[in-house]
Structure formats: structure tokens, C-alpha cells
């Protein structure tokens, strides 16, 4: 029996690396019926394990963790140093260096092997694939094992190396562009048809669902489930920042830039985005590490024209109540929807 099916509503907390995803957070979905989602993203290992128990202290229910893996292109260092001296007299105001822009794996070897020989239900992956003997490895221990894809012959290739879902990521979602390259732009609702007339496995949509009535569309063209994060970043439970639950509260536009950390990703668009957006290189994590000291000052600072908001399109709609509510209160608005639109489809004669 698929993890999917034994959720009693289709929702799927997105995991949120940077600290709004929580193990209180995750915990707090799961116990409610959906399946809460750990970031291991940009968190060292043990920090996941201890992520991992305190999950399981709080709630006997499915969760899963999501992987970063690491990107296997170069990158080009002349533009690199060009964005590090174009951002060097913003950090030398806000009175910080830059980072060193260097490369790494975010311990991803470590981390699939601490999952290897402690499993967790579900393992997801963004940032490209994993390769076929980590998919079996992962799945030979009980775990299900989840890939993201942006374009449909990502979902072709994830199928063929075994895996057990596919989640279809929209360009309107939030945060980074979970596939490879990331420079993908299909719109959820095309994603989620070209991949289902070409791919059996359960679909997860994701991008820009915050209620029920676009869980009930996703619902609709495909999908067995809707994985929601900018939903939750409003919740207690979750690790946003105060400047960025007012962010997420507001009408703001977002946008989709690499200005943040040298991977595409969409988030209220503010002055730091507009200013450097054009001028922003390809290099994760390069980039990421070169602005860190920066975004973390402008943070401190509580200074939303600098500091990363990340957040899908519809962020507007995302309200300030507990998960479990969001949970029980989408799931129940998605099955309105869908019974109000079988009501509607009876006038058609």
C-alpha cells in the first residue's frame, strides 16, 4: 500500500529548506491526515537525524524527507567574481563581507545513508533525478522514493529508473525549481496533463495550490495529491521569520531569479531581486554561499528589500492559522469544489 493512499486528506506539506519546514510543522500535517515533509536541504547531517526523531516523537504517521542532489555542471567563475564585486559595496553597507563562493554537495552522500540505514517512509528528491541504485537502495529499505520533474520527459525518465511518485512542479510554486535545468517554465496544469498522458505512476502537483478549490483542480486533471508550501508558511508551527509572514501576507508580486542564489527561484519580488536579477549568474551553490552573509544581515536587520521571500504565486491566500487546520479546512474545500463542479457538469444535459 502506497504512502498515498493512506492519507485522509491529498495534501502534501512541500518540504521548505531554510527553516520554515520543521519537524513540528511536518509532525503537525501528518497527525492531521496529510504527509508532512522535512527539508534536509542546507542542514548538516545530524541535524537531519535529529530532525528525523523528533518527528517520530510526536506522530506515529507517514512523513517523508526531501534531498538535495548535487548539481554535476560547472560553473563560470569570471561571472561569479563580476556579481561578488557588483554585491561587495551592498554588504560592505550593511557592514558584512561576502561569503566565499565555493561549490559542495550539501553532504548528500552522508545524508542518503543516514536515511539508508535509518529509513523514513518517503524520500524525495529535487534538483535532477537520483541515479537507479539509490532509488533501489532507498526502496529495498521500505521507503518510497519521490522525484520532482519541471518538463514531461523528466517524468519519463524518473518512471523508468523505478521510482514510486512523481511530483509535477509548476513554475508558479514557490522557492527553488525542483528539476534540472531549472530553467523549465511550464505552468502547472499543462505540466500535470503531459505527464499524465504519458506516465502511470502517482502524480503529486505542485505550484501556486493554497486551497481547496486548486486541490480540487489538480485533483481534476490528474493528480493523486497536491503538495502545498506556501500554505503553510503562515502556520505557528512553521520556522518562517516574522518579516516573512507579513511578506507572504501581503498582495506583493512575485518572481522568478537566480539574483538570490544562483538557482531559479520565485519569490516576492523586492529591490535587491530587481536591482540584480539580470546581472545574476548560473552557480548553485556557488552563489548562495557568496550572498549568505548579506541576506542573513538584511534578516537580522528585518529589511524585506533585501532578504529572500520566497513564495508561490498565489501567496495571498495563505492564511495565519494552525497546520492542521490548513490541513482539514483545504481537504474539506477541495471535496466542496469537487462536488460543486459535478453539480455544474449535471447542466451540461
Not at 71 to 85: K, N
Not at 94 to 111: C, F, I, M, N, T
Not at 126 to 139: E, I, K, N, S, Y
Request: hydrophobic share 50%; aromatic share 4%; proline share 7%.
Amino acid at each position: 500500500m502506497s504512502v498515498l493512499s493512506t492519507l485522509r486528506h491529498p495534501i502534501v506539506a512541500a518540504p521548505m529548506a531554510g527553516g520554515p519546514s520543521t519537524p513540528a510543522l511536518a509532525a503537525a500535517v501528518s497527525a492531521a491526515g496529510g504527509l508532512g515533509f522535512l527539508a534536509a536541504g542546507m542542514i548538516d547531517t545530524g541535524r537531519l537525524v535529529a530532525d528525523v526523531a523528533e518527528v517520530r516523537a510526536r506522530t506515529d504517521r507517514p512523513f517523508g524527507v526531501n534531498l538535495f542532489l548535487p548539481d554535476p555542471g560547472g560553473v563560470d567563475e569570471a561571472a561569479i567574481q563580476a556579481y561578488a564585486r557588483r554585491l561587495a559595496p551592498q554588504a560592505t553597507e550593511r557592514g558584512v563581507s561576502l561569503g566565499a563562493p565555493v561549490g559542495g554537495d550539501d553532504a548528500y552522500p552522508e545524508k542518503l545513508a543516514a536515511l539508508l540505514a535509518d529509513p523514513v517512509p518517503v524520500v524525495s528528491f529535487v534538483f535532477g533525478l537520483p541515479d537507479r541504485v539509490a532509488v533501489a537502495a532507498l526502496r529495498e529499505r521500505g521507503t518510497e522514493v519521490w522525484a520532482t520533474v519541471t518538463r514531461p520527459a523528466a517524468a519519463t525518465a524518473a518512471a523508468d529508473l523505478g521510482v514510486d511518485a512523481v511530483v509535477v512542479q509548476g513554475t508558479e510554486a514557490g522557492g527553488h525549481r525542483g528539476g534540472l535545468p531549472d530553467d523549465d517554465d511550464y505552468a502547472l496544469l499543462p505540466l500535470l496533463r503531459l505527464v499524465a498522458a504519458g506516465c502511470d505512476l502517482p502524480l503529486v502537483a505542485a505550484g501556486g495550490i493554497v486551497d481547496g478549490p486548486a486541490v480540487a483542480a489538480v485533483l481534476a486533471a490528474g493528480a493523486a495529491a497536491a503538495q502545498l508550501g506556501t500554505a503553510f508558511l503562515r502556520c505557528p508551527e512553521a520556522g518562517s521569520s516574522p518579516m516573512h509572514r507579513a511578506a507572504v501576507a501581503s498582495a506583493a508580486p512575485t518572481a522568478l531569479t537566480r539574483s538570490f542564489t544562483g538557482k531559479r527561484a520565485r519569490g516576492l519580488a523586492n529591490d535587491f531581486l530587481r536591482q540584480h536579477d539580470a546581472a545574476a549568474p548560473t552557480g548553485y551553490p556557488q552563489v548562495l554561499h557568496l550572498t549568505r552573509p548579506l541576506l542573513a544581515a538584511a534578516r537580522r536587520d528585518g529589511d524585506a528589500s533585501v532578504a529572500n521571500l520566497w513564495a508561490g504565486q498565489a501567496h495571498p491566500l495563505a492564511r495565519d492559522l494552525p497546520a492542521a487546520e490548513v490541513v482539514t479546512e483545504v481537504g474539506a474545500g477541495a471535496r466542496a469544489a469537487l462536488a460543486a463542479a459535478v453539480e455544474r457538469s449535471t447542466r451540461w444535459g
